[in-house]
């Protein structure tokens, strides 16, 4: 068995995700390197779901009843788990959504209505980079179209990193906001967020980051970022899907106007205007992801009690690992970098003319779980000329022994396919 420094006990970690112990096709053992779409769930989380429902389950807020207090104050109380773990000044800066994406189209919606300094017109630009997830780039689009507002975008280097050599003709005075993303999904690049907020400040533009794939996987603390914005899920992170998270400023919460209107975030209705109640509930219109927001409370006590640090060096020590043998393979490309420095736990390539779509196919019979397409990031595939690419992406529980199963895998693929 192949022994890396840094490891966690993954024989340990594993036990607590019955997932894992799944048996596939012909006897195979599940292999999950799909990490990056969705992570798998452990027991705790579970658990604290299945108590919910079957003790908790309530409305939340207004009921003056048992189950509604016990209920909000688990859903209440996941708010400030979370706020915890990204060092959050306040628990009232964290909004819970439905995903990233709704968090991110929170954001582009609140700046298309907002009043000056914030409002996003004819006059302004948006700025974002080529590698950025659908999520990233479509609301921006939708709002550049609704405004006149102009789209910019930093291209990508050969290498999958930002071509950040003109940034200050990018993010210029018109600037109004800079969204990117923190770790790419496709490519898995750490990207230099220090001198991306550090110009966009300079021109006084809000700055909005996309921590999808950063939050599972190494410390997120948003006073350090300093940015003014940061959205990510909870599905990525050992939580259930169906819950989101928008931190934001205090002051910009205040004065950036709701996405949603219903009820709860409300304060007085009458049939000719409304008031809105103080964030974040100003943002939480309806019944909320409740039972997701407090399975996503369990997700972060179980990330915590680990240690992110520690998930950082384990993933740190599997990525290096695989990086080493795909470049062993023959007619494989890496598509980003091809260090385990400055990238996250996903890993796209190709493998010579074969098709993404049957090496995942091949893969799968092997009980091998990758995943293949574009994944949500077309324009990183335009920009490389190629049409797709398969990608393995790890987490806490990943080992050495699955990385040697993607490689005898692709042995296979290729074989398979002369």
């Excluded at 928008?246 to 049939?271: H, Y």
């Excluded at 493998?351 to 779980?369: C, F, R, T, W």
């Excluded at 990608?391 to 050495?400: E, G, I, V």
Aim: overall charge negative.
């Amino acid at each position: 068995m192949t022994q890396l420094p840094g490891l966690l006990d993954t024989e340990a970690i594993r036990k607590d995700f019955p997932i894992l112990d799944r048996v596939l096709h012909d006897g195979k053992k599940l292999v999950y390197l799909d990490n990056a779409a969705t992570s798998q769930t452990p027991r705790q989380v579970i658990d604290t779901l299945s108590e919910y429902y079957e003790q908790h389950n309530a409305n939340v807020h207004r009921g003056v009843h048992v189950l509604a207090e016990e209920a909000t104050a688990l859903y209440e109380g996941a708010r400030d788990k979370v706020a915890a773990f990204i060092n959050a000044p306040s628990r009232d800066e964290v909004i819970f959504t439905k995903n990233a994406s709704e968090s991110l189209n929170l954001v582009a919606n609140m700046l298309g209505w907002a009043d000056e300094p914030y409002r996003v017109d004819h006059e302004t630009e948006i700025v974002i980079t080529e590698m950025e997830h659908h999520s990233n780039i479509v609301p921006w689009q939708l709002l550049s179209q609704r405004t006149g507002a102009k789209l910019r975008w930093f291209g990508l280097t050969d290498d999958g990193r930002l071509d950040l050599s003109n940034i200050d003709e990018i993010i210029t005075e018109k600037t109004k906001i800079v969204s990117f993303v923190l770790v790419s999904n496709i490519l898995g690049t750490l990207n230099p967020v220090e001198a991306i907020v550090r110009r966009a400040q300079e021109v006084g533009a809000l700055v909005l980051i996309d921590a999808s794939q950063a939050a599972p996987h190494m410390v997120l603390d948003v006073q350090a970022l300093q940015a003014d914005f940061v959205a990510f899920t909870g599905h990525k992170m050992c939580g259930p899907t169906g819950i989101g998270v928008l931190w934001g400023r205090q002051e910009l919460l205040e004065d950036l106007p709701p996405f949603l209107g219903g009820g709860e975030m409300i304060e007085t209705v009458s049939m000719h205007s409304s008031t809105y109640a103080p964030a974040p509930h100003k943002f939480e219109a309806g019944t909320p992801p409740i039972a997701q927001a407090v399975g996503l409370g369990a997700a972060v006590d179980y990330l915590t009690s680990i240690g992110m640090d520690k998930i950082a060096q384990h993933e740190h020590a599997i990525t290096e690992y695989a990086v080493k043998r795909l470049l062993e393979v023959p007619d494989l490309r890496i598509i980003g970098p091809t260090t385990a420095e400055d990238r996250g736990a996903a890993i796209s390539f190709t493998l010579g003319d074969i098709h993404p779509h049957d090496v995942g196919q091949v893969l799968d019979e092997e009980g091998i779980a990758v995943r293949v397409g574009h994944h949500c990031a077309r324009p990183v595939c335009l920009r490389y000329g190629i049409p797709a690419t398969t990608r393995a992406s790890f987490y806490l529980y990943s080992t050495p022994g699955e990385i040697d199963a993607l490689i005898d895998g692709l042995e296979h693929v290729r074989n398979f396919f002369g």
